[in-house]
């Protein structure tokens, strides 16, 4: 198969799209701590500015009672500049914001200096050295405005797709943070009033009061394990094929959390009304319960997702610098394996005296080829494995064979491609190949293909002997 050239800014593009996702990473664990929503904000205003330095973001808060824009985050815009809009009436043609926010749409302007929306406030924004800005409405559940997201620029600036792509997905991202608040919000709500009326109440409603600080404590916890976030048009086809894979449970995650916040208004509302009998506050318990296990189901396997996407960052395990004797590492791996794997047969052969670089790198590519075919070869069942390591004057040659059920040629036309697998429907997600691709190709130097094999799967790996480190 042809080799696939990867650039020194292919990397950086790939690296700061990683930066770009621990920071997304980071803001969702702000929320699982309990942090304000004041403080989660401004952490994703700072994070958000690793897109590009020159960018200064801000949220404003929609105040929907008296139609007023007011700043709550901003990791760099002016202070000055940020008391001086506080307060401002929404409305068209009122800046960026206060029209993105009543017209519920994207609003870019490229030049303040001399867009009329700005007219009011271009002095302002002038004197606050603000030459452009693109605000994003942040909209929730039943399209309810929670406020904008802006990016600000020093000079006219007119933004690329991948600009528009990635300002919706900080609002993507700010509607989680402001819908998650407002459920939890509702659930501590709820809690103190039941908390009002225990002494009042039956053995049933002091069970029903537990009951509700246990599903408060199961969110908090789900919460906790919540890696996730939104993916868009910010970087190249591999990130938009893991946004299109993480969607799915995120949507479904926060359709329920919305559920769960109308079942806990509903329980509310029953009991201030006095309507509350031991059968209804049972089947509402119910529900309530279903709901939170669908959040934290979604929520876990959208966890899962981001934290085997993480690996695909080969650069961090490269230990390049230091040099190791093939054979030990070997009988300590398959010391190793055969502990993990009791089922399965690993046979190693090794040439005298090979020393190779980066043990930590082929660790992991002879791991992720081992956990490859338990899988997917062996279907966790017995199996056997054979690896052979030589080397001639110019190259290591590494052999990898499974005795397993192999792979038909219209799928290993696909197999080093990111997120293909074939047991999808397993929670499997695809990357182990592409991982192991990228440690060949872009540690080693080196290349990767697979071998036809009448009997389970072959794959053939040269590493050259006189590599170039970058």
Not at 353 to 382: K, P
Request: proline letters at 3%; hydrophobic letters at 35%; aromatic letters at 8%.
């Amino acid at each position: 198969m042809p080799q696939i050239n990867i650039t020194r800014d292919d990397l950086n593009y790939l690296q700061r799209a990683i930066e770009l996702e621990a920071g997304r990473s980071e803001v969702l664990r702000s929320v699982a701590r309990g942090d304000s929503i004041e403080v989660v904000l401004n952490l994703l205003c700072e994070k958000s500015e690793i897109y590009n330095p020159e960018m200064k973001s801000s949220v404003l808060l929609l105040d929907s009672e008296n139609a007023t824009l007011h700043p709550i985050a901003s990791a760099s815009l002016p202070a000055d500049y940020c008391e001086a809009i506080n307060g401002v009436e929404i409305g068209m043609g009122v800046g960026s914001c206060g029209t993105a926010a009543f017209s519920k749409k994207r609003v870019v302007v490229t030049d303040i200096n001399s867009d009329p929306i700005w007219a009011q406030y271009k002095d302002l924004a002038l004197s606050a050295g603000l030459q452009a800005c693109w605000s994003e409405p942040i909209m929730g559940h039943n399209e309810k405005v929670y406020g904008t997201f802006a990016m600000y620029y020093e000079y006219p600036n007119t933004p690329t797709d991948e600009d528009l792509a990635y300002i919706e997905t900080c609002a993507n991202l700010a509607a989680i943070v402001f819908e998650n608040d407002s459920s939890r919000q509702k659930l501590l709500d709820a809690n103190k009033q039941l908390s009002h009326t225990v002494d009042e109440r039956n053995t049933q409603l002091i069970e029903a009061n537990l009951r509700l600080s246990q599903v408060l404590e199961q969110q908090t916890m789900a919460n906790k394990r919540d890696v996730i976030a939104e993916k868009a048009n910010t970087t190249n086809m591999l990130l938009m094929g893991f946004a299109h894979e993480i969607n799915t449970p995120l949507g479904v995650a926060i359709t329920s959390n919305s559920s769960s916040g109308r079942i806990v208004h509903s329980f509310s509302q029953d009991i201030e009304n006095g309507k509350l009998t031991k059968s209804s506050a049972m089947q509402t318990l119910s529900r309530l319960s279903e709901s939170i296990d669908l959040t934290f189901n979604n929520l876990t396997r959208a966890s899962d997702l981001i934290s085997r996407f993480s690996e695909i960052d080969t650069k961090i395990i490269s230990d390049q610098a230091y040099n190791f004797e093939m054979q030990k590492f070997i009988d300590q791996f398959r010391a190793h394996a055969q502990l993990k794997y009791p089922q399965i047969i690993l046979e190693c052969e090794v040439q005298d005296g090979l020393i190779c670089y980066s043990r930590s790198a082929f660790s992991q590519l002879l791991a992720q080829l081992l956990e490859n075919s338990v899988i997917h070869s062996f279907e966790h069942q017995g199996g056997k494995v054979f690896i052979s390591i030589v080397q001639d004057a110019e190259n290591i040659h590494l052999g990898y064979h499974d005795n397993g059920k192999g792979i038909d040629k219209q799928q290993a036309k696909k197999i080093f491609q990111p997120f293909f697998s074939t047991q999808r429907g397993t929670g499997k997600i695809g990357l182990g190949l592409n991982i192991v691709s990228n440690i060949v190709s872009n540690i080693y130097k080196g290349q990767i293909e697979l071998v036809d094999s009448p009997i389970g799967v072959r794959y053939k790996v040269t590493i050259p002997l006189n590599i170039k480190q970058d």
